[in-house]
T-cell receptor, first 116, second 114 residues
Framework: AQSVTQPDIHITVSEGASLELRCNYSYGATPYLFWYVQSPGQGLQLLLKYFSGDTLVQGIKGFEAEFKRSQSSFNLRKPSVHWSDAAEYFCAVGASSGGSNYKLTFGKGTLLTVNP | DVKVTQSSRYLVKRTGEKVFLECVQDMDHENMFWYRQDPGLGLRLIYFSYDVKMKEKGDIPEGYSVSREKKERFSLILESASTNQTSMYLC?????????????FGDGTRLSIL
């Protein structure tokens, strides 16, 4: 069974600073990996996904993430944070094979606060 | 763009009531999901439907049932609501062709059981 760990519950950065949100996963094969963002009172919006190929993937809103198999990580980055990026961020892993390949397992989320 | 619509953003019900949460998607997706989201616990899968009239229990199905009579609509039913079912409920849909296909989420229903 797959699992996801987001080690940071809450991160605070200043506007304009760089950002890295950590995600570690556990899965026996190459996983499908996703980052979602949730603004207050809203549903989850897909930022980016990885399933094969280039390990550095670009997403919406200037975000990128890098898949590192050796570290079982899929960290989300942004070079310069905007106040509108304040939200909760969820990493998720999906199975690439087997009968449960519909299922996503989510991390518990990282809440991002942006200081002016 | 995929549109997943949940019928209510906020809902207040009383203990013991039968509660229906409705979700509609407009992209002809076979797979649909119901999650609940609680602080510190993240998203937990309640039920999953891989096609019309098909359903499968998720991680926390107790106290819930679902209905999928039409492809575009997936309903979550709380047979006899209890206060511990106060939560944010999220519906999602996806194409089943590959595991790499992401799930698309609605805006959620914040349900309070008094």
């Amino acid at each position: 069974a797959q699992s996801v760990t987001q080690p940071d519950i809450h991160i605070t950065v200043s506007e304009g600073a760089s950002l890295e949100l950590r995600c570690n996963y556990s899965y026996g094969a190459t996983p499908y990996l996703f980052w979602y963002v949730q603004s207050p009172g809203q549903g989850l919006q897909l930022l980016l996904k990885y399933f094969s190929g280039d390990t550095l993937v670009q997403g919406i809103k200037g975000f990128e993430a890098e898949f590192k198999r050796s570290q079982s990580s899929f960290n989300l980055r942004k070079p310069s944070v905007h106040w509108s990026d304040a939200a909760e961020y969820f990493c998720a892993v999906g199975a690439s094979s087997g009968g449960s390949n519909y299922k996503l397992t989510f991390g518990k989320g990282t809440l991002l606060t942006v200081n002016p | 763009d995929v549109k997943v619509t949940q019928s209510s953003r906020y809902l207040v019900k009383r203990t013991g009531e039968k509660v229906f949460l409705e979700c509609v998607q407009d992209m002809d997706h076979e797979n649909m999901f119901w999650y609940r989201q609680d602080p510190g616990l993240g998203l937990r899968l309640i039920y999953f439907s891989y096609d019309v009239k098909m359903k499968e229990k998720g991680d926390i199905p107790e106290g819930y049932s679902v209905s999928r009579e039409k492809k575009e609509r997936f309903s979550l039913i709380l047979e006899s609501a209890s206060t511990n079912q106060t939560s944010m409920y999220l519906c999602a849909s996806r194409k089943p062709t590959l595991g790499s296909q992401p799930q698309h989420f609605g805006d959620g229903t914040r349900l309070s059981i008094l």
